[in-house]
């Protein structure tokens, strides 16, 4: 099992442009999130997903959009990219155990820079 | 608005030494995860804590929670080098939306041989 990818790894923006982070997951998760991570600020919830075409704002979600269309997929898009969304954006996924947990797996990060 | 806190932040300590660090939440969780990121990588589940007086332990890493308390800590004992990361705490708390996890801002450690 590949766990939790994410494609790209890297990618530099200029402002003003747009793209689309893709998020995949092979462990049948229900539920997907997405990340930033900012020096100093831990991890930040951007947009959240609790099944296929279901998906919650986070802490944030100003500037992003997502959207699941299949459930092993979690797509975070940046419609009109501005400097502040210079980040690392990390992908989780989870899914309840039969002891309560909802431990969350993460993927390997995409590292994005706004010029 | 939920608020987890990390303390310290920074924390650089002397190899074979013991130390703490604390997790404080400002609600009402009973689930509480923690997780180690080496630099430039990902992050790794270290504790899962599922109750008040849970505790785990890996290792020189020992984990507990104290729901009443709303506070886990993370006891490092006898440190080593290949400790030197950075440690998040995250509670879990249920949304109109189903779960999910606030972390606190890490603490980054550093261990001198």
């Known amino acids: 099992n590949a766990g939790v990818t994410q494609t790209p790894k890297f990618r530099v923006l200029k402002t003003g442009q747009s793209m689309t982070l893709l998020c995949a997951q092979d462990m049948n998760h229900e539920y997907m999130y997405w990340y930033r991570q900012d020096p100093g600020m831990g991890l930040r919830l951007i947009h959240y997903?609790?099944?296929?075409?279901?998906?919650a704002k986070g802490e944030v979600p100003d500037g992003y959009n997502v959207s699941r269309l299949k459930k092993q997929n979690f797509l975070l898009g940046l419609e009109s990219a501005a400097p502040s969304q210079t980040s690392v954006y990390f992908c989780a996924s989870s899914q309840a155990t039969a002891g309560g947990s909802y431990e969350q797996y993460f993927g390997p990060g995409t590292r994005l820079t706004v010029t | 608005e939920l608020k987890v806190e990390q303390n310290p932040l920074f924390l650089s300590m002397q190899e074979g030494k013991n130390y703490t660090i604390y997790c404080n939440y400002s609600t009402t969780s009973d689930r509480l995860y923690w997780y180690r990121q080496d630099p430039g990588k990902s992050l790794e589940s270290l504790f899962v804590?599922?109750?008040?007086?849970a505790v785990k332990q890996e290792g020189r890493l020992m984990a507990s929670l104290d729901t009443k308390a709303r506070l886990s800590t993370l006891h490092i004992t006898a440190a080593v080098h290949d400790l030197s990361a950075t440690y998040f705490c995250?509670?879990?708390?249920?949304?109109?939306?189903?779960?999910?996890?606030?972390f606190g801002a890490g603490t980054i450690l550093r261990v001198k041989s």
């Open positions: 804590l599922l109750s008040n007086g």
């Open positions: 995250a509670v879990d708390i249920w949304t109109e939306y189903g779960n999910k996890l606030v």
């Open positions: 997903s609790v099944g296929e075409g279901t998906t």
